[in-house]
């Protein structure tokens, strides 16, 4: 009934819809030369031959199903790969990073016409969903096709299975679309089959199987020698409200490295602006990567909000608080900075990440703080004592690769269902 009701209101919600996505694109939350995919009008012809369709909600999700895109062109060259996502950020990393033979465009609002228009466009052969954002009416469309949908990397909070919970008929119905259910965790693979998944498995967490994320050397050597002589930290992926508590932790640690740089990374370039304000307004000197510019030697705040940069500063031998933590948000991807061997910290809102959050936790691989004074504290440790952030680097670096061969174990279950199998 709650799916049916769902699609019926879905029906006559179109010029909500698209007043929803005028608004968004006023933020700067949607890309103005590709607003028609949004509503399934596709940009590009759909290649000839077999294609399987992955969607992938963000950037995070994304990169984790990079490595699997790469694997599947180099062993089907004749396939063609289709991944959707639903923000700006998530496509210019994939313009940028995906191989020959894959494409993307933006997902298209989940309205009844809209999905009825993307499916039929691109008629895929295979569809693959990452993580946990289920669209019914998008599912409904691929479904009628009769195609086989696989659920990979599957994550199922307790709060979210509880949620489902109340609405089992609703829930059943989305899941049975699935021939496979891949989760992260053991704990979200029962989740999955309680609420009526088939062919549930774990398998691991592809974030787990990730490359390194890329950097320029040339900018990386540049920007180590700015950084050499000097005390720095770096915030990564941070939230509206981490700002603060990042530049009070700078304000706190000045007193005892003078010449400190604090480097935000905004999770969310367009807050570029608004951290500047903030900064100013404590009275740190600061500078904006995107204008730019180069911390120099009064810079106290270096903003680096540019797009698919953070293998950049993650390269750099600072440790790094990655954000999403301190706010009730559920964290970001700690084994980004894990892979380079990084001295870790992150707020106690990680519950997005919590098998992560586990591994690196029960091998003392991160330090967890809950507010501006802890941060301080912790990140005071790491900078004076070298040994101590290299001992915890190792650490969560030892975790990220003992994990790499799950890409192999997720090929071999989703191999019955590829195209030409």
């Known amino acids: 009934m709650i799916l049916w009701l769902y699609r019926r209101a879905g029906r006559a919600a179109a010029p909500l819809g698209q007043a929803l996505l005028r608004r968004r694109l006023r933020a700067g939350k949607e890309d103005p030369d590709r607003i028609g995919e949004r509503m399934g009008h596709a940009s590009l012809p759909r290649p000839e031959g077999p294609l399987i369709w992955l969607h992938a909600a963000s950037v995070g999700e994304a990169q984790s199903v990079l490595r699997l895109i790469h694997r599947l062109r180099a062993e089907r060259p004749g396939t063609a790969i289709l991944i959707t996502t639903g923000t700006v950020t998530s496509g210019q990393m994939l313009s940028r990073d995906l191989p020959d033979g894959a494409l993307h465009q933006y997902v298209p609002v989940d309205l009844p016409d809209a999905t009825g228009r993307f499916v039929a466009h691109w008629r895929p052969d295979m569809a693959i969903w990452i993580e946990s954002e289920l669209w019914p009416n998008l599912l409904a469309a691929m479904a009628g096709t009769g195609r086989p949908m696989a659920l990979i990397n599957g994550r199922m909070s307790r709060r979210s299975w509880r949620r489902w919970r109340m609405a089992p008929g609703a829930a059943r119905e989305l899941l049975s679309a699935f021939r496979l259910i891949l989760a992260q965790t053991d704990e979200a693979a029962a989740r999955f089959a309680d609420l009526g998944g088939a062919n549930v498995r774990c398998e691991g967490n592809l974030k787990y199987a990730a490359d390194p994320l890329p950097a320029d050397e040339e900018e990386l050597a540049r920007l180590r020698g700015i950084v050499a002589a000097r005390p720095f930290w770096i915030a990564a992926s941070i939230h509206p409200g981490e700002d603060d508590i990042a530049l009070d932790a700078h304000l706190t640690l000045r007193d005892s490295f003078p010449d400190l740089l604090t480097v935000l990374v905004p999770r969310h370039p367009a807050r570029a602006a608004d951290m500047a304000r903030k900064a100013e307004k404590r009275g740190i000197a600061w500078s904006q990567r995107t204008a730019g510019q180069t911390p120099g030697p009064d810079c106290g705040v270096y903003i680096a909000d540019t797009i698919g940069e953070l293998g950049l500063f993650y390269r750099l031998d600072g440790p790094v608080f990655v954000g999403g933590s301190l706010v009730p948000h559920g964290g970001q991807n700690l084994l980004e900075p894990a892979r380079f061997g990084r001295g870790l910290l992150t707020g106690p809102h990680t519950h997005n990440f919590a098998?992560?959050?586990?591994?690196?936790?029960?091998?003392?691989?991160?330090?967890?703080?809950?507010?501006?004074?802890?941060?301080?504290?912790?990140?005071?440790?790491?900078?004076?004592?070298?040994?101590?952030?290299?001992?915890?680097?190792?650490?969560?670096?030892?975790?990220?690769?003992?994990?790499?061969?799950?890409?192999?174990?997720?090929?071999?279950?989703?191999?019955?269902?590829?195209?030409?199998?």
Do not use: T
């Open 355 to 421: 098998d992560v959050v586990a591994d690196l936790r029960s091998e003392g691989a991160l330090i967890e703080v809950q507010d501006s004074e802890e941060l301080a504290a912790s990140l005071a440790r790491l900078i004076a004592h070298a040994d101590e952030r290299n001992s915890l680097g190792a650490r969560a670096l030892a975790i990220a690769a003992r994990q790499s061969a799950v890409l192999d174990r997720v090929m071999a279950r989703l191999e019955p269902l590829l195209p030409g199998s």
